[in-house]
């Protein structure tokens, strides 16, 4: 039976501690291994491994982890007969054996130095020649245990992935046969024999071990069987649990998609299908906001310096110098940009868009750029609040996003039992209703119709002929470039730039419009390189450390372990 936990433990070490790429590919083919029990107590390790190469290798690591009261000793790698070098760093040995694109197969040959317990009745092998620290897929991996000489008194058991796999020939020797392994795996595997093989061997207490072995193997059985009868309770009641919050999930849908009709549905009714760029009583940087899904950027940023302008809060000098001229603003965010703008980072009402590059340059100003900054952004949400655009059900909300907690024990035990397709299917159903009770901000009737009239706005502005814009106010035309620009809508940006291009009055540049229009295209495009760049400057520094590599504790009994891998 294979244990949650172990995943669990190894997938959130892969989430939490991310393990870049591997430069080698490779799989372990086949492993076996022999361990010859000595009647002196060592244990004499024989080790095939059959790797199969993509690409460059340099060889393969094994890491052997002793345990408590053991020494690992004289580890030797060949192939073929042929020596290889072989490297110790702490508990890890590199093989060296470069190529590429091989299979190979090497031998590794070790001794287990007081590997055998000798106990007053039989003497115990119980040994982790892996554990869930290894890195590595085993496809076809047997272990052989060898008594000191043919006998048939022997007790055994495999533990984890080594369960049941166990099975001993004529002379005592224990076959584990454990097949495919996956990495993050750990199976110890466990045989005893009479002492009285080992009489060389120091006496680990004058206690017995065989009733200890038989009550693990009772206690094991015991434990599958209730284990498949859970199994096949949870799994008799998956398909109710299942079904009735895919119910539960529909229902909510439904309600979304109810909501949603009816308001489409006043909207309709009062929607007039004519083209004009939206008045909606919102400010242009809260337009922006609402229509942005909460994201104000550098470009919104901008935006909002020309609706300054456009305001005539602020007179534009050049495409580069800018004075106050009214302080009595409507909005709040439009005072903090100002005192942000033309007096923080500027002087005496006076802002340069070199200034920024000024700002910025000096670090200490950093964290007051991005507290302004943060502190504009929160002062348009407050007048998008305040208009009231989103139905006030934010408790309704959390409540639905709680109920996907029910799912939680089910996923949790669906797994336990290895029922993984009902558990995935649990999961989902979790992770869906999450994800309504996020995304079901519902608008109000007044905040859908505003979206619907600049949603159509953006549809019918590409149609635009330069004769029909020339006749739009200069304030309609600069409202129509502004919220493009904040929105960083493509289209509306070159639309704009086009129309100003071709139309009539454009080649008049001392007619007004023409002529703010053509430097409210300059601003834009030299404002938003110098705000992005201040962003850059000012982005805290997110300093970054390594940590080295420490020797592994093996997660086996009494604290042994392994693993394979290469490099």
Known sequence: MKKLSISIVALLAYILFPIHALAVKYDIEKTDIHAYLGPDGNVQVEEIHTYAFEGDFNGITRTLIAKEGTQIQDVKATENGTALDVEQEDNLYKVYRSGADETVTIHLTYTIKDGVEVYSDMAQ?????????????????????????????????????????????NDGVVHFAMGHVSAGQQGDVRAAYDSALFSGAPSAGDTSIREDILADKEKKEAEIAAFQKDKDMFNRIAPFVIGGFV??????????????????????????????????????????????????????LTAALLDLVRNGYVKEKDDEKFIVVNRQTDHMHEQMLIAWLFDMVG????????????????????????????????????????????????????????????????????????????????????????????????????????????????????????????????????????????????????????????????????????????????????????????????????????????????????????GSGAF
């Open 125 to 169: 092998f119980y040994w982790p020649f892996f554990d869930q620290n290894n890195e590595s897929d085993y496809s076809n991996l047997d272990i052989y245990i060898h008594p000191p000489k043919p006998t048939g008194d022997v007790e055994f058991i495999g533990y984890d992935s080594a369960w049941d796999s166990g099975q001993a020939d």
């Open 247 to 300: 119910f539960y999930l529909l229902i909510l849908m439904m309600g979304r998609n109810l909501y949603k009709r009816r308001i489409k549905s006043e909207n309709e009714r009062q929607f007039v299908d004519a083209f004009f760029v939206p008045k909606t009583g919102l400010s242009m940087p809260a337009t922006i906001q609402y229509m942005n899904n909460g994201v104000l950027d550098t470009r919104a």
């Open 347 to 562: 002087k005496n009402g006076t802002f340069r868009l070199s200034d920024l590059e000024t700002y910025t340059k000096n670090q200490s100003n950093h964290e007051s750029y991005r507290n302004n900054f943060m502190q504009w952004q929160q002062s348009v949400k407050q007048e998008v609040e305040a208009k009231g655009l989103y139905e006030k059900r934010n408790n309704r909300r959390i409540a639905v996003g709680f109920s996907s907690l029910i799912m939680l024990p089910f996923t949790i035990l669906f797994g336990v039992y290895e029922l993984y397709g009902w558990m995935i299917a649990a999961f989902i159903l979790a992770i869906s209703v999450i994800v309504i009770a996020i995304s079901d901000k519902r608008k109000t009737a007044e905040g859908a119709y505003i979206k619907e009239q600049w949603e159509r706005f953006e549809m019918k502005f590409a149609d635009l002929t330069p004769t029909e814009w020339s006749e739009w106010l200069d304030d309609d035309q600069k409202r129509a470039f502004i919220y493009g620009l904040g929105r960083n809508n493509q289209a509306i940006q070159k639309k704009n730039k086009s129309l100003l291009e071709h139309a009539p009055q454009y080649e008049q540049l001392n007619h007004d419009s023409g002529a703010n229009m053509l430097l409210f295209l300059m601003i834009a495009s030299s404002a938003h390189m110098h705000f992005d760049q201040a962003e850059v400057a000012a982005a805290p520094d997110i300093s970054t450390t390594s940590s080295s590599g420490t020797p592994r504790v093996g997660g086996g009994i009494g604290g042994g372990g392994g």
